[in-house]
């Protein structure tokens, strides 16, 4: 089996990559998505005023909760005790919709790229189910990592251009 592939073993079955033996170092990872709606929900958005109750505060607590089960939800990322989610949202009236920036930090042997990611897509989601009585066509767009640090990799700070 080639070896770049790290989660296959040498039989092509799943694995979980043995981490024992790397170094522990601090770890950041920032992630964010998009929460594309109609121009009546936004504006409903922007004056609290959606039926559910207070879209922010819910939306920040999901996203935080989801980033710490992220070992129980996808079969081969680590467990990890993560130490700081940040969850921040940035109103967006030309999209209409909100912007999602969650930032994940930890030391540890492993990154915090699947928890910055998990946090922004299950606050995205929160936000849609805290709308969708409003709207049912509301999108959840863009989801990606913007920037990690820390580990064997170093820095990464994502290009636009890359493909």
Known sequence: MNKEFTHLDEKGRAQMVDVSEK???KRTAIASGKVKMGKNTFRRLVDNNIPKGDVFNT??????????????LIPLC???PVEYVGI???LLEELPG?????TASISAKTGVEMEAMTAVSIAA???YDMCKGLEKGIEILEIKL????GGK????IRDEIET
Not at 98 to 102: F, K, M, N, Q, R
Not at 146 to 149: F, M, Q, S
């Open 23 to 25: 170094k522990v170092s």
């Open 59 to 72: 939306a920040r607590i999901a996203g935080i909760l989801a980033a710490k089960k992220v070992g129980g």
């Open 78 to 80: 680590h467990p990890l």
């Open 88 to 90: 921040d949202f940035k």
């Open 98 to 102: 909100v912007e999602i920036t969650a």
């Open 125 to 127: 989601l929160t936000i």
């Open 146 to 149: 913007l920037e990690k640090t």
């Open 153 to 156: 990799s170093g820095h990464w």
